[in-house]
């Protein structure tokens, strides 16, 4: 008899082998999936921070408009809606004064500026959704 020889030749992989690829592989997909998961929320944020930022920006130059433009001497409030924002604002008086004092030369004397300057404190609450923001901030008007 003649004796088999035998060929140990390895052709392909182990069955383990290849269960310990395939959680390799699914690790690294999922890992990565979380990754880009994660980075689409916070682009997705800060898209939306952005456009609120804006559109607050507009609500400020908005404000300024009304307090300055309307020789404002008593506190005002208002609201509205900008690009499906709502906001609501109000003022209260902080000070009230004149130029600094003028030295009248044919008089020879100082004078008293009259009272025309006066400083506020805007309160502004911006509403998109169910995100609620309050501002505070100060705001110059003068009497013309």
Known sequence: MRALKSNNRQRGFTLVEVM???????MTVTAMTMVYRTAALSSGKASDNVNFSGTVGMIFNTIQGHVRGGNATKPMNGSGNLADVE??????????????EKFDIDEGEWVK????????????????????????YKELSWER
């Open 20 to 26: 310990i690829a395939g959680v390799i592989l699914i």
């Open 87 to 100: 906001y609501r604002w109000s003022t209260q008086l902080i000070d009230k004064k004149g130029a600094s």
């Open 113 to 136: 500026q009259p009272i025309r300057f006066y400083l506020w404190q805007v309160e502004l609450t911006v509403t998109r959704g169910n995100k609620v923001r309050v501002y505070h």
